[in-house]
C-alpha cells in the first residue's frame, strides 16, 4: 500500500472525550456509548491517593510506589465503572506483538507475558497500564468482541496492532472491517524523539516509514517518531476502516496522564478497562 493509498484511506475521527465519576477524571470512548452491553474507560493520573511522584491515580505496581496504595487507586477505578477488581485480567507486558485470548475457562487474574488481550466472554473485563506507549483498544459490535493492546515503538514495528486484528478474525470470526479501534493517549510526535535504533529498525517493516519520522533538532541519528500515525496504518492495512485517534500526548498533557519520558522515569501508570457486560449471547 503506498502513501497515496494511506491519504485516501477514511479520516481519523479524535472521538473521545472527558468525563467525571466518582472524582475520578477519566476519558470515553463516543462511538462506543452507542452500545449498553460494553464498559470501558481510559483513566487519568487524577483522582487517586499516591503522593509525589506517583500523584495521584497510579495503577502501576512496578514503578516504586506503595503497592497497598497501588490497590486502593485500582480499587477506585473499578469502582467508578462498577465492576469489582476480581473481573478484570491483565498480563505482563513486553513490548511485543503477542496477543492472548481470555475466556471463561483459561481466565486467570494476570495471566502471562504479552501485550494483547481479546475476548468475547461477558464479565471479562481486559486491564492494562500505560506510561507512554500506545493504548490501542478495539470493538467489535458485530459479533461483540473486544481487545486492548500496548503498543510501544517495539510493538508497533512488530505490527502489536495487526496482530490483535488477526487474532479477533481468527478466534472470534470478526471481520475486520466491522471492528472499531481507538489510538489511545500516548506520547505524540511532538514530544517522541528517538534515535539510531528505532530509526534502523523501522524503516523496513513499518509501511512508508520515512514518512513518520521528522528531523527537527538537527542531531544525527536522532527524529521524532509518530506513533499514533505508525498504529492508524497498520490498522488500516490489517482491513479496519473506522479508527479513532484521541490525539493526547502523555508527555504534552502530564496535568492529565503519566509520562514516562516528559517525567525522567519517576511517574506512574494510567489504566485503561474495557470488557462485555451481561449474559454472553
Not at 514530544?191 to 528531523?215: D, H, K, W
Request: net charge positive; charged share 15%.
Amino acid at each position: 500500500m503506498c502513501y497515496t493509498d494511506f491519504m485516501m484511506m477514511p479520516a481519523v475521527t479524535r472521538g473521545v472525550y472527558p468525563v467525571t465519576v466518582k472524582n475520578l477524571l477519566l476519558y470515553r470512548v463516543a462511538a462506543f456509548d452507542a452500545h449498553s452491553y460494553l464498559t470501558h474507560a481510559i483513566f487519568t493520573r487524577r483522582g487517586g491517593y499516591s503522593q509525589a511522584p506517583f500523584n495521584t491515580l497510579n495503577l502501576g505496581l512496578s514503578v516504586g510506589d506503595d503497592p497497598q496504595v497501588v490497590k486502593k487507586n485500582y480499587e477506585q477505578v473499578c469502582q467508578a465503572i462498577d465492576i469489582s477488581p476480581e473481573q478484570t485480567v491483565s498480563c505482563h507486558l513486553i513490548h511485543s506483538a503477542d496477543v492472548l485470548t481470555i475466556n471463561q475457562t483459561n481466565r486467570q487474574k494476570v495471566m502471562g507475558q504479552a501485550d494483547g488481550l481479546i475476548t468475547a466472554t461477558p464479565g471479562i473485563y481486559l486491564s492494562m497500564r500505560f506510561g507512554d506507549c500506545t493504548p490501542l483498544i478495539f470493538l467489535d459490535p458485530v459479533c461483540r468482541a473486544v481487545g486492548l493492546t500496548h503498543a510501544g515503538w517495539r510493538g508497533t514495528i512488530k505490527d502489536a496492532a495487526g496482530a490483535t486484528v488477526r487474532a479477533m478474525v481468527t478466534q472470534f470470526g470478526c471481520r475486520a472491517s466491522d471492528i472499531i479501534a481507538v489510538i489511545g493517549p500516548a506520547i505524540g510526535p511532538c514530544c517522541y524523539e528517538v534515535g539510531p535504533e528505532v530509526l534502523a529498525a523501522a524503516s523496513p517493516v513499518l509501511p512508508n516509514a520515512a514518512t513518520l519520522f521528522t528531523r527537527r533538532n538537527g542531531r544525527a541519528g536522532h527524529a521524532h517518531f509518530d506513533l499514533w500515525e505508525a498504529n492508524r496504518r497498520q490498522l488500516l492495512v490489517a482491513g479496519l476502516k473506522q479508527v479513532i485517534k484521541s490525539e493526547l500526548c502523555t508527555a504534552c498533557r502530564t496535568d492529565q496522564f503519566f509520562s514516562h519520558r516528559a517525567e525522567r522515569g519517576r511517574t506512574g501508570r494510567f489504566g485503561v478497562i474495557i470488557g462485555l457486560r451481561g449474559a454472553a449471547v
